[in-house]
């Protein structure tokens, strides 16, 4: 058996957008020789996928990995996104399992000024 530990802290940053379409810079540190998604998810007030954008990374890349994912609103309001991570581990008989996690949502704000002034 394997045992893995990890530590995972957790920012949770609430606020204004100041452009009418956010960029949001996603960060981490791959250690595993798998293939990994990153999934960012844009969702409107009452938690429906108004986006859902991936980059993937193959088994040859390791170490940092930096992307920018570029959320498109459709109106001025309140929105969400939360940041995941797929993990796809090969088995034995050619399958193939997966495993998730995922940020804290992360709540903001796209003023009317912000929209139609952009």
Request: net charge negative; aromatic share 12%.
């Amino acid at each position: 058996d394997v045992i893995a530990l990890f530590y995972r802290t957790i920012y949770q940053v609430i606020g204004l957008s100041l452009t009418k379409e956010p960029v949001i810079p996603v960060s981490y540190n791959k250690v595993t020789n798998l293939v990994e998604d990153i999934i960012i998810k844009l969702l409107d007030s009452v938690g429906d996928v108004l986006q859902e954008s991936i980059h993937t990374s193959g088994v040859d890349v390791v170490g940092y990995i930096y992307t920018t994912f570029k959320l498109i609103i459709p109106k001025p309001g309140v929105y969400n996104y939360v940041v995941m991570i797929r993990r796809h581990y090969p088995l034995i008989n050619g399958e193939t399992t997966i495993t998730e996690s995922q940020t804290e949502v992360v709540e903001f704000t796209v003023t009317r000024d912000t929209f139609y002034t952009q």
